[in-house]
C-alpha cells in the first residue's frame, strides 16, 4: 500500500492478556517509530528502529514492552502481561531514513488498544 | 520533563483570520522541527517543517517560524478555512520526533 498501515485498528483485551500490534511501514523507509498517545497528549516516543535493529528503545515504559523488527520491514509491537494503564491509540510512523535528515515521518491510523 | 511545549490547548479563530499556533522547547540539541496535524480517528498527517538553520518557511497558506534564541516556533495559518479545524501537534527533532501536547483549533465559519 502507500501508506503506513496498522493492524488491528481496534483491540480490546482483558487485563493480564498479551498483545500484538502490527505496523507495515512504507516500502522503502529504513526508520520505523512507535509511539503512545493517551488522552489529551501528544505522542509519546517508544522506540524507533533503523533497519532492523532497535536504534533507541529509552521510551518502552517497563519490560512488558518489546518490539521486534526482523526483516527490516513489518515491525511488531509486543506487550505483555496488559494492564488498564496501558489503554492508548498506539501509533507507528515510518520515515526514508533516520537522524541527519531531514524527512517528515508518515504514521499509520493507529491501533485503539483497551485494557478491561 | 516536557521538552516539547504547547501551552494553549485550544484556539478558536474566525474563517478568513489568521490562526497562530505557538510551541516552545527546551532542548538546544534539536535540528529539525515539524507541525501535524491530526484528524479524530485518524494518525497525524504532515503539514509542514523546518531545519534549524532556518528561521522562515512557507508552503501556501501555512509559514513556520524558528526563533532559535527563544526556542520558539509557530505555525501561521492564513487565510483560516473550516477544514483546518483539527488538533495540531509540533515536534522537534534529535534521532527522534519528541511532541507537544497539541492544539486545539476551531475555525469559526
Known amino acids: 500500500g502507500a501508506g503506513v498501515s496498522q493492524t488491528p485498528s481496534n483491540k480490546v483485551t482483558e487485563k493480564g492478556k498479551y498483545v500484538e500490534l502490527r505496523c507495515d511501514p512504507i516500502?522503502?523507509?529504513?526508520?520505523l517509530y512507535w509511539y503512545r498517545q493517551s488522552l489529551g497528549q501528544g505522542p509519546e516516543f517508544l522506540i524507533y528502529f533503523q533497519g532492523t535493529g532497535a536504534a533507541d528503545d529509552s521510551g518502552l515504559p517497563n519490560d512488558r514492552f518489546f518490539a521486534v523488527r526482523p526483516e527490516g520491514s513489518v515491525s511488531t509491537l509486543k506487550i505483555q502481561r496488559t494492564e488498564r494503564g496501558d489503554s492508548a491509540v498506539y501509533l507507528c510512523?515510518?520515515?526514508?531514513?533516520?537522524?541527519?535528515?531531514?524527512?517528515?515521518?508518515?504514521f499509520g491510523q493507529g491501533t485503539r488498544l483497551t485494557v478491561v | 520533563d516536557q521538552q516539547v511545549k504547547q501551552n494553549s490547548p485550544s484556539l478558536s479563530v474566525q474563517e478568513g483570520r489568521i490562526s497562530i499556533l505557538n510551541c516552545d522547547y527546551t532542548?538546544?540539541?534539536?535540528?529539525?522541527f515539524l507541525w501535524y496535524k491530526k484528524y479524530p480517528a485518524e494518525g497525524p498527517t504532515f503539514l509542514i517543517s523546518i531545519s534549524s538553520i532556518k528561521d522562515k518557511n512557507e508552503d501556501g497558506r501555512f509559514t513556520v517560524f524558528l526563533n532559535k534564541s527563544a526556542k520558539h516556533l509557530s505555525l501561521h495559518i492564513v487565510p483560516s478555512q473550516p477544514g483546518d479545524s483539527a488538533v495540531y501537534f509540533c515536534?522537534?527533532?534529535?534521532?527522534?520526533?519528541?511532541f507537544g501536547t497539541g492544539t486545539r483549533l476551531t475555525i469559526i465559519p
Open positions: 510512523a515510518s520515515s526514508l531514513q533516520g537522524a541527519g535528515v531531514n524527512t517528515e515521518a508518515f
Open positions: 515536534a522537534a527533532r534529535r534521532e527522534k520526533l519528541t
Open positions: 516500502s522503502g523507509h529504513t526508520a
Open positions: 532542548n538546544s540539541m534539536f535540528d529539525y
